[in-house]
């Protein structure tokens, strides 16, 4: 309420109506599904097929005694102690086989308290195969959702969204190692657990529910990506148009959808405002201002996709030098005696 308060969002009670869908609730998913209960959502879907282990026990939301029950089981518990007034929705399967991937495009398409689509779908899976699930059902419904991800080393993150059409989807731009064709499953360490830092992963999740409640509210600006890299105390931000030649046919439909909407629109006529000259009554001093600002040169490619980060400042010319007398022509070699002998017989 205090953003409410503050003027920052003028109805902040609506966040009752929403429905939030949570793919994911291990480290990331769970704590942004228990911010978000704390918020006061008004319907949390939570997916995954894992059970919780002693080894969770590095993560911000579940307890030793939870150990050998599956995580929306225990998800759902904690947060109904929470917040008894948010409606907990679990799905304990795998959503990439054929039946479950159904079942969630058809919980998707009619999860909301009205029986409708849900407001939003947040993936919080770490592996490709539930990523790109979650991309090809949302790209057929045209559904919005946001992505996230923390990196396996366990100091770096990210966050993006995902508008069908709009901006690229999940298959517009595919991680390295898998356009690289490396199977993920090889990257997999024994004993390690990836992703397994606390502090990241609160990290992320916060950054995510903040754009989830700005994406829902409708405050602020709802960013289209943002990582996180500890190490140096990075956010790189950048934003990703879709793809035209996407390998998932729905993205290109949805593409083809945005660009008709966008053509339909009515074009805003620009109107350039005279700029009225500044006359001063009284100028005795004759003092007039000159803009010295040197315009920027465009940004330099060395190859394409490869851009100069920044450029290093040319040395300036060196001062002009006074005009000196011409020294002597060396180049004669004539003697001493030679000389004033020449100089007697003028």
Not at 50 to 77: T, W
Not at 117 to 140: K, Y
Request: charged letters at 25%; proline letters at 5%; aromatic letters at 6%.
């Amino acid at each position: 309420m205090a953003l409410k308060r503050m003027g920052i969002v003028d109805n902040y009670e609506q966040i009752r109506e929403f429905a939030v869908a949570v793919v994911g609730v291990g480290g990331v998913g769970s704590v942004a599904a228990e911010m978000l209960t704390r918020c006061g959502i008004g319907k949390l879907l939570l997916f995954d097929y894992d059970k919780v282990e002693l080894a969770n026990m590095n993560r911000l939301f579940y307890q030793p005694h939870q150990a050998g029950l599956s995580k929306v089981e225990a998800a759902a518990r904690t947060l109904v102690s929470i917040n008894p007034d948010v409606t907990i929705e679990c799905h304990n399967y795998n959503i990439t086989t054929v039946d479950n991937f159904d079942h969630f495009m058809g919980r998707i398409r009619s999860g909301s308290l009205t029986d409708g689509p849900v407001d939003l779908v947040l993936s919080c899976v770490d592996n490709f195969e539930a990523r790109m699930a979650i991309n090809t059902a949302c790209n057929e419904l045209g559904q919005t959702w946001f992505e996230s991800g923390v990196a396996e080393n366990a100091v770096s993150g990210h966050i993006q969204l995902v508008i069908p059409g709009e901006l690229a989807c999940f298959a517009c731009a595919p991680p390295l190692i898998v356009a690289s064709g490396i199977d993920e499953k090889t990257l997999k360490r024994d004993g390690v657990c990836a992703a397994s830092l606390p502090t990241t992963m609160g990290v992320v999740s916060g950054l995510l529910v903040q754009n989830t409640l700005k994406y829902l509210l409708k405050f602020g600006n709802v960013t289209h990506y943002l990582g996180y890299s500890s190490l140096q105390d990075f956010f790189p931000t950048m934003s990703m148009k879709p793809n035209p030649s996407c390998d998932d046919s729905y993205c290109r439909q949805r593409q083809k959808e945005y660009q008709e909407r966008e053509a339909a629109k009515p074009k805003e006529e620009v109107v350039e405002e005279e700029k009225k000259e500044v006359v001063h009554e009284d100028n005795e001093w004759g003092i007039s201002l000159v803009d010295e600002t040197a315009p920027e040169e465009p940004e330099k490619e060395l190859v394409q996709g490869v851009r100069l980060a920044y450029s290093r400042d040319e040395p300036a010319p060196p001062p002009p030098t006074v005009d000196a007398p011409a020294a002597a022509d060396t180049s004669d070699q004539t003697s001493l005696d030679d000389l004033r002998a020449q100089m007697m017989a003028l």
